[in-house]
């Protein structure tokens, strides 16, 4: 039997080792941490990837889990309906739209590998630093000295990838977009139907905000996560990026003067214990992904600044192309394969989040709104803003009636 490795248990790496196996491959997963804790906040896995998680039959445990985000609605900083962008099943995509805590649709997916792949599936404490082959193998090499040989390697380790590093030494340095993020997570009394996803402000100053936990929507309460950017010219942390580091509070004043109807988004951020910062960070698009029996995937290959909902996604895809390449040729011809799919399609993502994605909708209208008696009807036309809608979800690949 075919034995995969793969470097790195976060969402693509375990969606990648329940494809593989559906597949009929061996799959032996090794994680650098000394043991997985449900880290983060809060992600959405958009339409086209739910469809392929619904499809490995986990459906019911991401509607017992998540959120179905009905749509997402686009404001300016008074408060102004811009657009809402219907996400559900309702409007045409053939799955719905989650919004869930990171932590727990990877533990969902790790627990479905453990079910299915084997409780020793999945060893933890086991950092990747490298790899070596020859025409038959690949041996992965760890941090300790030890070595596991098999047939194929798959590097899907995040943003710090060594397999990416070994496989492009000369890469130049993270591309800072020039936005701080701050997030956090806070339980709360829920914000109208509980099912939507506002972004409002513009590129300078912005605030996204939706529910994660289908279980408070249930109480008629929200475990709501939230994001605020603002611009910085240069970045506090780019040097060692980390999505843990807590933040300080001077990032919630310039959203006092946010003029939402339906919440105070300052008072969302002073009600959050615990709040954490990270510069706004991507790399330039790769001029290959593989290295004879090596390949990457997720934020190992093409990590993407977090604009239209989307790294997680993109991960997802990639899994189920892997898997679906190699079980067509089980050679590195298939992971040329599958190259040859994904990284075009994820290229035009990274490249479309950079020019703000389906949020291009806010600053168009921040340039024309002046203030909270202006109507957006009178100044931007519905077919111009669909355009910008239609374009994302052309590029991310998640049209309607269609995957």
């Known amino acids: 039997m075919t034995t995969i490795a793969i470097a790195g248990a976060g969402i693509g790496g375990l969606t990648a080792a329940l494809y593989l196996h559906h597949k009929g491959f061996d799959v032996k997963i090794f994680e650098a941490v000394q043991e997985i804790k449900p880290l983060g906040v809060g992600i959405n896995v958009m339409p086209h990837s739910s469809k392929l998680l619904h499809d490995l039959g986990l459906g019911e445990k991401l509607d017992f889990t998540g959120i179905r985000t009905r749509c997402i609605e ?3 900083k008074y408060g ?6 219907p996400r559900s099943v309702e409007a045409g995509f053939p799955a719905p739209q989650y919004s869930i805590h990171r932590g727990a649709l990877q533990f969902l997916l790790l627990s479905e590998v453990h079910n299915r792949v084997g409780p020793g599936s999945v060893q933890t404490n086991t950092p990747v630093v490298g790899y070596r082959q020859d025409t038959d193998a690949v041996t992965v090499l760890f941090q300790d000295g030890s070595e596991f040989t098999c047939d194929f390697l798959i590097g899907a380790e995040g943003l710090r990838s060594k397999i990416r590093q070994q496989m492009h030494p000369n890469e130049s340095p993270l591309k800072y ?8 997570a806070v339980e709360m009394d829920m914000i109208g139907d509980g099912k939507t996803m506002v972004i409002a402000g513009d590129h300078d100053v912005k605030f996204v905000t939706y529910p994660i936990s289908e279980k408070f929507r249930k109480q008629g309460k929200a475990l709501t996560n939230w994001v ?12 060692d990026a980390d999505w843990t580091r807590g933040a300080t509070i001077d990032y919630i004043t310039p959203f006092k003067e946010f003029q939402m109807g339906d919440m105070n988004c300052a008072a969302i951020m002073e009600a959050t214990d615990i ?3 990270f510069p706004m960070v991507d790399r330039d698009p790769l001029d290959f992904w593989t290295d004879g029996r090596v390949t990457m995937l997720g934020d190992a290959a093409h990590p993407m600044y977090p604009i239209g909902a989307n790294g997680a996604s993109q ?24 190259e040859n799919i994904r990284r075009p399609s994820t290229a035009n993502v ?22 909270p008696d202006d109507r957006i009807e009178d100044l931007i036309t519905p077919e ?5 809608a239609a374009g994302y979800r052309n590029v991310a690949g998640f049209q309607k009636k269609a995957v």
């Open 350 to 371: 990274v490249l479309s989040n950079r020019e703000g994605g389906p949020e291009r909708v806010l600053d168009i209208a921040a340039a024309r709104v002046t203030g």
């Open 74 to 76: 686009y404001r300016t």
């Open 384 to 388: 111009e803003l669909e355009q910008v």
């Open 228 to 239: 605020a950017e603002l611009r910085h010219s240069s970045p506090r942390h780019i040097d």
């Open 177 to 184: 977009e020039g936005t701080m993020m701050f997030r956090g």
């Open 315 to 338: 991960a997802i895809l990639d899994a189920h192309m892997l898997a679906e390449c190699l079980a067509e040729d089980n050679s590195p011809t298939g992971l040329v394969a599958y």
């Open 275 to 277: 709040v954490t910062e």
């Open 80 to 85: 102004h309906l811009i657009q809402s962008d």
